[in-house]
């Protein structure tokens, strides 16, 4: 079965630039969240949809807003990017009252 | 304020000794807390997961204890190795809205 795939893994971008990442969950999940983290920095909830529908969300700018297919694939995009927006982005798929499971996480660096 | 905290914010212990992390937490209602190792760069992967009536469980070398009444909990590694050097994060599930609670994470260093 295959795990929580993310892409892509490495990604440079220029400030004001947008950016879209992509997480696809482990087949049968339907709940995908986005997790933001910084160096020394615990995970930061970003938003979590489920069945195409965001379900929680966390304190984030609009500037970070995402999607979810009828696969369960989901898509982050940060519009406008900061220097602070560097970090590790990791998606985690569930299914019904299970562990979350994550991908390898996307490594953003805004120059 | 759903909230969890965790303590030390990091730690370095000698190879082969034995180490306490600790967890409380301010979630309500509780559905279950969850205990995950992350190493440097990649996500991270689930050690232990306790509900409301368990009070201690066992994987491998880790053993995570759960005290519901005073909303705290414990991970001990026992005979420490090089390769649980990671982040250890606790995580409190809210019934009410399947949010997942997460704490900053101890970050803990073995030492040869």
């Known amino acids: 079965k295959a795990g929580v795939t993310q892409t892509p893994r490495y990604l440079i971008k220029t400030r004001g630039q947008q950016v879209t990442l992509s997480c696809s969950p482990i087949?049968?999940?339907?709940?995908v969240s986005w997790y933001q983290q910084t160096p020394g920095q615990g995970l930061q909830f970003l938003f979590e949809y489920f069945s195409e529908t965001q379900r929680n969300k966390g304190n984030f700018p609009g500037r970070f807003s995402g999607r979810q297919f009828s696969n369960s694939r989901s898509e982050m995009n940060v519009s406008t990017l900061e220097l602070g927006d560097s970090a590790l982005y990791l998606c985690?798929?569930?299914?019904?009252?299970?562990?979350?499971?994550f991908g390898q996480g996307t490594r953003l660096t805004v120059v | 304020k759903n909230q969890v905290e965790q303590s030390p914010q990091s730690l370095i212990i000698l190879e082969g000794k034995n180490c306490t992390l600790q967890?409380?937490?301010?979630?309500?209602?509780?559905?279950?807390l969850r205990w995950y190792k992350q190493d440097t760069g990649r996500g991270p992967v689930s050690l232990t997961i306790?509900?409301?009536s368990e009070n201690t469980k066992s994987n491998g070398r880790y053993t995570a204890t759960l005290d519901a009444d005073t909303k705290q909990s414990s991970l001990h590694i026992t005979a420490s190795q090089l390769s649980d050097s990671a982040s250890y994060i606790c995580v409190v599930s809210a019934d009410s809205n399947y949010q997942l609670i997460w704490g900053a994470g101890t970050k803990l260093i073995i030492k040869p």
């Open positions: 306790m509900t409301f």
């Open positions: 985690a798929s569930r299914g019904i009252n299970t562990e979350a499971f």
């Open positions: 967890c409380n937490y301010t979630v309500s209602p509780f559905s279950n």
């Open positions: 087949s049968g999940h339907r709940s």
